[in-house]
């Protein structure tokens, strides 16, 4: 985790967040867990071990999403800076290498040639020196 100094606002809108996510989550978490005796033990017990490794992720989610909150409230200047680039900020360049990666993925699967990457970067509309 990087050291910095968080206004206690920022924490507070963060935690909030996060607790609200926490809270809705736990409570589908427990109405599964609470139905799942109505299956026979032998599923509900696979079920339930799959389902608190879910309940795993789900929760470090929770925690990275309750992160990311408290930077955008400490630091409202960033969506500025991204809205004044045209939406070709840091957000653009993720959504991008996984819209990439994802196209590249699916051509095998339907056995087409692979992409060029002139033309990957035609049809996600940018130039093929930037970001590619």
Do not use: C
Not at 56 to 61: A, D, S, T
């Amino acid at each position: 985790m990087p050291y910095t100094n968080v206004r206690f606002s920022s924490a507070l809108v963060g935690g909030a967040t996060a607790g609200v996510l926490w809270q809705l989550v736990g409570m589908g978490f427990a109405a599964f867990v609470a139905n799942s005796a109505q299956y026979a033990a032998v599923y509900s017990s696979f079920a339930i071990m799959i389902v608190i490794l879910i309940w795993l992720y789900v929760g470090w989610l929770i925690f990275l999403v309750g992160g990311e909150v408290t930077y955008f409230h400490q630091y409202p200047s960033v969506f500025v800076h991204e809205a004044l680039r045209r939406g070709r900020g840091h957000r653009f360049g993720e959504w991008l290498a996984l819209t990439a990666l994802i196209e590249i993925t699916r051509r095998p699967f339907a056995e087409d040639n692979p992409w060029q990457s002139t033309k990957l970067a035609d049809y996600l509309g940018v130039s093929s020196m930037e970001n590619l």
